[in-house]
């Protein structure tokens, strides 16, 4: 566990930094405010749409189904919609509430072993820091919005208005802020406190909580601590977003390159990791299949005629060894068979 922590920690220090090396001693504000994000941006895209074919194409012949309800059959009997979904639209409702509510981690619940019984208790709080998590997450990205679109849409000032309503601090400190550090802090504490789930960590698991907290940190600097210039953040932006990309002449500041660095490898690193679960889930045969195998015969398209042996043609073919072994043979049987066929 500790090796896996310790790796992730220093592959996280290193990221960091390349762009305080890069930028503040070296000068490439070219390469990380450009250059980089086109790369990552591209290989984030390309790596997506990889995946999301391989899911396609992966063979799919048989209704994978899980369910805890009752499925439907006959119609005096009351079959669950939600747990076992028979038509599209039910399998859609079931969709929304596992995409936007988490309904099947909040249904979860956690075995420990209390000497020789194995107890079951409730595990919501692993739902809570999952929704305070990914919750946070997005409402950052539709506020980060504004520095890629010109004008900027009504909708976002008011999301904007209403994160930051409390003004906890000056500059603001947004709410959305503080509900995704409370999440990212609760599932890398589990990770290193709960035995069971340590026991199941690896880099792999520590090093996106590690990068993520990295880029929500680097940004609270930039807005409250270390100030940065947001016309020149903007100007850099929307000339990303609209190809026609242009360093701005104001300085922007070490900070911001941090923050766009560990961005682009966030962006690079998502595609072939463990968070690519958030496109995963739409392939998933078993939340996107209804349940209707009482309602519809499903064949298996790929099935091929199989070459075998009847009964019959074995029993010719070791017949000598049947007879010595005093087995009877049942060549009426056989005969029978051939006439019926």
Known sequence: MWNDLFVSILALIILIL??????GLLGLDYLFGIVIP?????????GLIYRMIYWAKSPQPFKITTTCGQQKSLPWIKHSRLEAPASTWEVGLRMFFEVFLFRSLFRN???DLVGKRLVYGSAKWLWLGAILFHLGFFIIIIRHLRFFVHPVPDFITLLDE????????????????ILILLGLVFLLLRRLVDAKVNYISYA???????????????????RIFTKVDLYAVKELAYGLVTFKPVLPKAEIGVIFYVHLFLVSSLAVYFPFSKLVHMIGIFFSPTRNLPNDNRMVRHVNPWDYPVKYRTYCEWQEEFRDVLEE????????????????A
């Open 18 to 23: 390349v762009p305080l090396v890069g930028v």
């Open 38 to 46: 086109y790369l990552a941006f591209t290989i984030f895209i390309g």
């Open 109 to 111: 619940l956690r075995a």
């Open 162 to 177: 209403i994160d930051g309503f409390f003004q906890l601090t000056v500059p603001t400190l947004y709410v959305s802020d």
């Open 204 to 222: 792999s698991d520590y090093f996106p909580l590690l990068l993520i907290i990295a880029i929500v940190v680097s940004g609270i600097l930039m």
């Open 325 to 340: 072994a005093g087995i009877p043979i049942d060549d009426d049987w056989c005969k029978e068979t051939q006439k019926k």
